[in-house]
Every structure is written in C-alpha cells, then in structure tokens.
C-alpha cells in the first residue's frame, strides 16, 4: 500500500559527514530539529566508506539495515529514504522541481550539493539532481527550538516548499545534551540484535562482562596529537559525554584520548575485580590488545574475546549490553554504546576518567 502524502511537508538530507558515530550524532540533533518543523523526517541511508568489496568513494546503506523503523515512528513521522524516492517523490518532489537548501551558496547561485565525494555518490545513488537552489542565510539555523521552527515555516510554506533537501545533516554536532535521550528511538534491527546476542550466548562465558572500546588507528593518535591541550574549555568530539556540556568535569587529557598501554590495562584489571567479571569483550578500530589482555587475565581465568567479523554496529549491540563497559570520552563511536546504556540505566565509564563518572 503506497504510503499517505503528508501535506506538511519532507526533510531529506545526506549524512555527509564523519563516519557512523558523526553520523548518530547528528542524526539524533536532525531527528528533534525535524520534529520541530513537523514535517516527516526521510531517513537517509548511512554512508560507508571503504568497505572490502564495496564500491569506490561511498556506500549507501539503507537506514533499517541497521535500525527498526517503527519505534522512531513513535517519536515522530519517519519514512525510509528508499520508500520515500519510490512511493512519494513522484508526486511531491517530481523532476524538474528538486531544490536544494543551504546556508549560503558557494559560487554564484549554488549550494554544489552534488560535487565531491560522498555528495554526488549519495544523491546520485537515487538519481537525484537540483533543478535550483535556495539560500537560507542568517537569520535561520538547525537549533530545535519553536521560534526557529516558526521561521522556518513562515518563510518556506510546506504549500510551496514540500521538500527542505540538504546537503548535510541538520542537527549539531556533537549531539546536544538534551537531545541525547533521542536514542532511545534506535533500536537495532532484528539481523544485528541477533547477532549480538547470538555471540553473547554463544561466545561468552556465563557470568558478567566487560566491554571496552580502543581508539587506537593512526588518524585518532593525530587527532589526540594536534588537537588536545590547544585550547580551555573546548569540546573536542564526544568529549561532552564525560566531561559534562559545561566542562563540569574537567578538561580533555592526552590519556582521555589516547590512553598508554598500561593505564588500559590497570583500568580493566580494576574493573574485572570489582564487577567479578567472567570476560572482557573488546572492539577497537585498530589494536585490541589481545595478546597483552589475554596475558594479564588468563592467570585469574577471565577470558578475551572480540567479535571477528569485525562489523561495527554489531560490536556496538554488544558493548550497549555489557555489564559494564568503558569507552573512549572523545570518540563520537564510544558513545553511541554509553548513549545507549543510558537509556536502561546501565553503567559506563571512560578510559582515564574512570574515577569521575564511576557509579
Ligand atoms: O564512528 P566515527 O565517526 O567515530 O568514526 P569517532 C570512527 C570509525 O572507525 C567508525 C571505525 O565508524 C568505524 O568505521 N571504528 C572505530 C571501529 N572503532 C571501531 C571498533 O571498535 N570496531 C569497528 N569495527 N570499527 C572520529 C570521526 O571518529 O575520528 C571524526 O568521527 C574524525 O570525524 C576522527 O574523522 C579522526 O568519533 O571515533
């Protein structure tokens, strides 16, 4: 059945930036900001890159490959991108009348929402071209408040505007604070929360376990080199979810970022004693440690395990459901699973910081 026109209107955006974690960020900040607006808000596919196997410049991958669509709808009117360009863009966004929104034009009169990569892969990817462009300009921004969602409204009519596409996701970055709780509208879809669990029961001993997880790649030990210590009282990425919004705990460290070998391991060795943990799971972008770990725990029978396929939304499912876990404050990846714990109350704590948010 092909789904309703909704007469107040459609947000489509491409999540442009970052990677999954930018991507949640800000999809969480899009989803109040759309909300805001009251118009259904299209859920766009996330955007991959080099994946084995994959395509070059960029994948998109469908939004419920990932996430249930239905518990969003109880926040607010979500359709799938897909569904979305097949059931209803031939009647309210046909060719030839596809505007794209931006902040201010690059060059002339255009917002260039198709030009490098992941742009014209993501757009392309449902033959989308811009007919035209429209600038916003000062006195409009992405903050989810009313008064800005009556300005908008008032100067682009749903009547005469059906469609507000944008070439980069409308929310803030990194999420604000009251948007965090949002998370709670993403669900994991059946495949990955099955296959979560699947290796929960399967692969774990029985018992509590730790789940951590390492930043540890070649571009993050730059980012914690050039980028922490510049600055009082800047947020660098995640940095808020440990720190508090208003640097209520403190500053970011080097150690927050990228902490050495030995502070990793006398932070789980403390935290497997305290919680009596059976095993700790572990999922890193780069080095996971495993043979230093396994060394350390194998004496008092506690086991190491990764998820060997490495895909990351599945390692992600099962950190949220760790019995503690300890993530990394400044990486926007680590806290999509604290974000998630939060929503049941579960507890977490961050490398280097394990003291301040200790509960
Ligand atoms: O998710 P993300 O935006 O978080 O980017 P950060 C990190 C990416 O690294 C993830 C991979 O999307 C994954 O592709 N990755 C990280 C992992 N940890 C794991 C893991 O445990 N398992 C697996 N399978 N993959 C920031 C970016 O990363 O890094 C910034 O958001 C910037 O935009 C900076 O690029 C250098 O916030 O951690």
């Not at 540890?216 to 009082?232: A, P, T």
């Amino acid at each position: 059945e092909d789904p309703q026109i909704d007469p107040k209107g459609y947000v489509v955006y491409c999540p442009c930036m970052g990677r999954f974690g930018n991507q949640a960020d800000q999809f969480l900040g899009a989803l109040a900001f759309i909300k805001t607006l009251d118009r259904t808000m299209v859920l766009p596919p996330w955007v991959e890159y080099g994946k084995p196997g994959s395509k070059p410049g960029s994948s998109q991958i469908p939004f419920d490959t990932y996430f249930k669509v239905e518990p969003l709808t109880k926040y607010h009117r979500v359709i799938t991108m897909e569904v979305f360009m097949k059931k209803l863009a031939p009647k309210v966004w046909p060719l030839g009348q596809r505007k794209g929104f931006c902040h201010t034009f690059r060059g002339g009169d255009s917002c260039k929402m198709k030009e490098g990569n992941p742009f014209g892969p993501f757009w392309d990817n449902f033959n989308v071209d811009f007919d035209s462009y429209v600038e916003f300009g000062g006195g409009l921004n992405y903050i989810p408040s009313s008064s800005n969602a009556k300005k908008w409204n008032e100067r682009f009519p749903a009547s005469e505007y059906p469609v507000l596409a944008f070439g980069g996701a409308p929310g803030s970055f990194p999420v604000l604070e009251e948007n965090v709780p949002l998370h709670q509208y993403l669900v994991w879809s059946d495949k990955i929360e099955k296959q979560a669990s699947d290796f929960i029961t399967k692969k774990l001993p029985e018992g509590p376990f730790l789940g951590v997880h390492m930043r540890n790649g070649l571009d993050w030990v730059n980012v914690c080199n050039n980028h922490v210590g510049v600055e009082q009282n800047r947020h660098l990425f995640g940095s808020p979810q440990c720190l508090g919004y208003r640097f209520e705990h403190g500053q970011v460290t080097k150690d927050m970022c990228f902490p050495p070998d030995d502070l990793v391991k006398r932070q789980i060795r403390r935290r497997v004693k305290k919680m009596k943990a059976k095993s700790v799971f572990v999922a890193a972008d780069a080095d996971p440690m495993m043979m230093v770990l396994t060394r350390m725990l194998e004496p008092i029978k506690v086991r190491v395990l990764q998820f060997d396929e490495h895909e990351l939304h599945v390692e992600l499912a099962i950190l949220a459901r760790a019995d503690h876990y300890i993530g990394n404050c400044i990486s926007t990846f680590s806290a999509f699973a604290a974000r998630e714990r939060g929503v049941t109350g579960k507890s977490t704590s961050f490398w280097a910081v394990d003291e301040v948010l200790d509960k």
